[in-house]
């Protein structure tokens, strides 16, 4: 049982360019989301999924995108990499909506600089 | 919005009690939870309290008192192993807001 996982697992990109990380999770979790960590700034929300077909808005959504055609992927795409999402990425998965008491399963972590 | 305030730092002795304290300002609440996160590691779920008092699983406890909008952590018998960063969140607002997390705790335990 692998639970959520994130490739790739290290990112250095340049201002401008674009890339996906990827999430997968083999728990047929609903819900799903994506979480960026930064120094003193904790665990901040991106986007999110309560389903396939199904995404919404979190605290940071800009310059980000999501999709989520299957139950089991939930890609986050940058679209032109900016030094301020320099930051670890991490995905999550829970059981139930993600709006009950459900714990969140994390993914091991996308670190990724942008120069 | 939700908004959580836990200290940035704490250091206790090995074998010793600390206690990781959370205080909270939702429009809604709907429980508090505790994740621990070593260094370069991924958050793991430690513990959720949806109703007032203690919630005990082995060395360690959570706490909730809804009236005082806060809750704490208790990790007793501290081993070097403890050493992470430990962080609140809270659902609020409604029933379907995500959960949100505080900036975290780090716990340094020193011999």
């Known amino acids: ?115 | 919005g939700q908004s959580l305030e836990q200290p940035s730092e704490v250091t206790a002795v090995e074998g010793a009690i600390v206690q990781i304290n959370c205080t909270y300002q939702t429009s809604g609440f709907y429980g508090l939870s505790w994740y621990q996160q070593h260094d370069g590691g991924a958050p793991t779920f430690l513990s959720y309290n949806g109703l007032d008092g203690l919630e005990e699983t082995g060395r360690f406890s959570s706490f909730l008192s809804r009236s005082d909008s806060y809750g704490y952590l208790l990790l007793q018998e501290l081993q070097m192993k403890d050493s992470a960063s430990y962080f609140c969140a809270v659902r609020g607002q409604t029933g379907n807001t995500p959960l949100v997390f505080g900036k975290g705790t780090r716990l340094s335990v020193i011999a």
Not at chain 1, 63 to 83: M, Q
Request: charged share 15%.
């Open chain 1, 1 to 115: 049982n692998a639970g959520v996982t994130q490739t790739p697992k290290f990112q250095v990109l340049k201002t401008g360019q674009s890339m996906t990380l990827q999430c997968a999770q083999d728990m047929n979790h609903e819900y799903m989301s994506w979480y960026r960590q930064d120094p003193g700034m904790g665990l901040r929300l991106i986007h999110y999924s309560v389903g396939a077909g199904i995404t919404d808005q979190g605290e940071v959504p800009n310059g980000y995108n999501v999709s989520r055609s299957t139950t089991e992927d939930f890609p986050l795409r940058l679209l032109s990499a900016a030094p301020s999402q320099t930051s670890v990425y991490f995905c999550a998965s829970s059981y139930g909506s993600g709006f009950d008491n459900s714990p969140l399963h994390f993914g091991n972590g996308t670190r990724l600089t942008v120069t």
